[in-house]
């Protein structure tokens, strides 16, 4: 039984969210090999090699595999896959764009979000939103599986010594090109690593008050998040979404304002250690979830909270 624990990283840095699914790969059992696809990243490989319990950095830098593009990854992965039991990458955007592709061309069945591994073949995964969870079994030859990271430690990032194997090769697809990439933002906190979030619904109103949030957000050194409403509804963009159908997070401090608790935002938000809500309906379901909740008009209590920080 072996595993491939798939790299996500900027070309220079292992992201954390790397070092949780690297832990779901311990509970498995079996050597742990890791894929590095980049650009100019030799220094990602040299960081995944020293992290324990890893046996083997495989590294394929390429301009092709430069901004991760799933198609060209894809194809990566599956020529790599074929020497493994298991295949893992953290649930994030880079996994949950690759990963099912990857598993569509190995003709096997992803299991998607893993929170808890039961054996070398049966996993547990949230369905309903989040509020259920199903057991699972796969018999599948090779185990696709992307990671839920807030229910897994990260694993130690020193005290490996893993050897380093440059794979050749590598073809470009075609299917699609990289055009540009623009971040919004600049400084601020990124969302997913922050130990503070604020996050606003579409009690906001309209995207211009959420400069409100960025003020607080700035005070406490916290990430802005918002609701699918308020992404739906163009308040702000897409990359800020908490929820089901946006990031899963757990931050130490998680501040909702204006937002009223839909099944699906309370999915990618309800693990988070304190939930504070603001919201003036009293019946709001976030309350139901809040370990400290301030029935107000925010537009008074956001402001207010601002002047005393």
Not at 164 to 193: C, F, H, R
């Amino acid at each position: 039984m072996s595993n491939l624990v798939i790299v996500e990283h900027d070309n220079n840095v292992v992201a954390t969210a790397t070092l949780n699914a690297i832990t779901a790969a311990q509970q498995i059992g079996g050597e742990i090999d890791l894929l590095v696809a980049g650009e100019n990243c030799q220094s990602v490989a040299d960081s995944a090699a020293q992290i324990a319990g890893i046996s083997k950095v495989k590294v394929a830098d390429n301009a092709i595999y430069g901004h991760h593009m799933a198609e060209n990854l894809a194809s990566l992965v599956v020529d790599v896959a074929k020497d493994y039991s298991h295949v893992l990458v953290a649930a994030t955007t880079f996994g949950k764009n690759m990963m099912p592709r990857a598993s569509a061309l190995l003709d096997v069945a992803q299991i998607s979000e893993i929170v808890e591994v039961k054996s070398a073949d049966t996993f547990v995964r949230p369905i309903y939103a989040g509020n259920a969870l199903a057991t699972v079994q796969s018999s599948d030859a090779i185990k696709v599986i992307t990671v839920r990271t807030i229910k897994f430690e990260a694993a130690a990032d020193t005290g490996g010594s893993a050897t380093i194997e440059v794979i050749s090769g590598g073809v470009d697809d075609g299917l699609s090109s990289w055009i540009s990439q623009a971040v919004s933002g600049g400084d601020k906190v990124e969302l997913t690593s922050a130990g503070i979030v604020v996050s606003g619904g579409r009690g906001m109103k309209n995207g211009e008050n959420f400069a409100i949030l960025q003020s607080v957000a700035s005070k406490l050194g916290a990430a802005v998040g918002a609701s699918r409403a308020a992404v739906d509804s163009g308040f702000v963009p897409n990359e800020l979404q908490v929820g089901q159908t946006g990031k899963v997070i757990a931050p130490d401090l998680y501040i909702a304002i204006g937002i009223s608790g839909a099944i699906q935002h309370l999915a990618g938000m309800k693990e988070s250690k304190v939930i504070v809500a603001i919201n003036n309906d009293s019946e709001a379901p976030i309350f139901q979830v809040a370990d400290y909740g301030l029935v107000a008009d925010l537009f008074e209590a956001v402001p207010e909270l601002e002047a005393a920080l």
